[in-house]
């Protein structure tokens, strides 16, 4: 079964600083990978994904990430860090269900904490 | 843009009722998810349907159920609430297939069983 991990809890980064937010992962085929930031209280925001091209997806508010093949990575970047990109981050992986459908596995989430 | 609604923000209910999430999207997508969100579990999903009346188990289909009469409406129902059942649930939308494959979200229903 696929899977995501992300490896740590909390990311702490001065303000102006680049971030990385990790996220490691198993599928077997081809990966579908997404990223989305959630705020206090609301649902999931999207992004950006990756689903073939490019291995440096860019995507809303700034951030990218960079796919990496050989070390199972889609790590989450952003070269300058603001206040309000403090949040509740989930990496993601769609996997294959039965029937030919298919779902969303997320990771257990990075929280990012932009110090001023 | 995609808009995924649903129907409450936040609800509080007894240990034994029978309680409805209501979940409505208007992007015409196929697929449509429940999700619950724990401190440090991360989402963990409960259904999904792919279709009008088709449905899917996910991980946690325990003391849940799912109705999809109609394409836009995704329904979440706990047929009997436990404390455990406490929790901030997510429903989603997506595309059955092609390049724009990610899956939008609702607020969010914040649910506590008292």
């Known amino acids: 079964a696929q899977s995501v991990a992300q490896p740590e809890d909390q990311v702490n980064v001065a303000e102006g600083n680049p971030l990385t937010v990790k996220c490691t992962y198993s599928?077997?085929?081809?990966?579908?990978l997404f990223w989305y930031v959630q705020y206090p209280n609301r649902g999931l925001q999207f992004l950006l994904k990756?689903?073939?091209?490019?291995?440096l997806v860019k995507g809303s508010y700034g951030f990218e990430a960079e796919f990496n093949k050989s070390q199972t990575s889609f790590h989450l970047k952003k070269p300058s860090a603001l206040v309000s990109d403090s949040a509740l981050y989930f990496c993601?992986?769609?996997?294959?269900?039965?029937?030919?459908?298919?779902?969303?596995?997320f990771g257990t989430g990075t929280r990012l904490k932009v110090l001023a | 843009d995609v808009k995924v609604t649903q129907s409450s923000r936040y609800l509080v209910k007894r240990t034994g009722e029978k309680v409805f999430l209501e979940c409505v999207q208007d992007?015409?997508?196929?697929?449509m998810f429940w999700y619950r969100q724990d401190p440090g579990l991360g989402l963990r999903l409960i259904y999904f349907?792919?279709?009008?009346?088709?449905?899917e188990k996910g991980d946690i289909p325990e003391g849940y159920s799912v109705s999809r009469e109609k394409k836009e409406r995704f329904s979440l129902i706990l047929e009997s609430a436990s404390t455990n059942q406490t929790s901030m649930y997510l429903c989603?939308?997506?595309?059955?297939?092609?390049?724009?494959?990610?899956?939008?979200f609702g607020q969010g229903t914040r649910l506590t069983v008292v």
């Open positions: 990756y689903i073939t091209g490019d291995n």
């Open positions: 989603a939308s997506s595309l059955w297939s092609g390049m724009n494959t990610e899956a939008f």
């Open positions: 992007m015409d997508h196929e697929n």
């Open positions: 349907s792919y279709d009008v009346k088709m449905k």
């Open positions: 993601a992986v769609r996997d294959s269900g039965t029937s030919g459908t298919y779902k969303y596995i």
């Open positions: 599928v077997s085929g081809n990966p579908y």
